[in-house]
Nanobody, 124 residues
Framework: QLQASGGGLVQAGGSLRLSCVASGLSFDDYAIGWFRQVPGKVREAVACIAKDGATYYDDSVKGRFTISRDNAKNTVYLQMNSLKPEDTAVYYC????????????????????WGQGTLVTVSS
C-alpha cells in the first residue's frame, strides 16, 4: 500500500513537499515514481527514484523538483520548488519492482502498485 500526502494550495513561486509512505512491501526493492493528472488528461510521469538512488525527471520539472527516498522510513519525497500554475494536478505515487531506465521510468504500466492521489493547486 502506498499513501501519498502533502498536497495543498500554494501561490506561484512557492514550494510544497509531497510524501509517499509504503507499507506491506519490501520498500528497498522498489523504484518509486510520482505521476500527476489533470482532469480530462492522461496521467503523466513527473519523477522516479530507483532502489539504488538513481533519479529521473520529466523535462518540465527538471531543476525545480527533487525526488529523494528514506528507506529507514519507507518514504519517498518530492520536493517541489518554484511552482507554476501548470503544476496543478492530482499527484500519485507508484511502486515498480523492476529497475527503471531512461526508456521505462515514465511508463505507467511498468508500475505494480499505486497510491491514492494528493491534490496540488498552484494559484497565479
Amino acid at each position: 500500500q502506498l499513501q501519498a500526502s502533502g498536497g495543498g494550495l500554494v501561490q506561484a513561486g512557492g514550494s510544497l513537499r509531497l510524501s509517499c509512505v509504503a507499507s506491506g512491501l519490501s520498500f528497498d526493492d522498489y523504484a518509486i515514481g510520482w505521476f500527476r493528472q489533470v482532469p480530462g488528461k492522461v496521467r503523466e510521469a513527473v519523477a522516479c527514484i530507483a532502489k539504488d538512488g538513481a533519479t529521473y525527471y520529466d523535462d518540465s520539472v527538471k531543476g525545480r523538483f527533487t525526488i529523494s527516498r528514506d528507506n529507514a522510513k519507507n518514504t519517498v519525497y518530492l520536493q517541489m520548488n518554484s511552482l507554476k500554475p501548470e503544476d496543478t494536478a492530482v499527484y500519485y505515487c507508484a511502486a515498480d519492482k523492476d529497475p527503471p531506465d531512461g526508456s521505462s521510468w515514465y511508463v505507467r504500466s511498468e508500475y505494480d502498485y499505486w497510491g491514492q492521489g494528493t491534490l496540488v493547486t498552484v494559484s497565479s
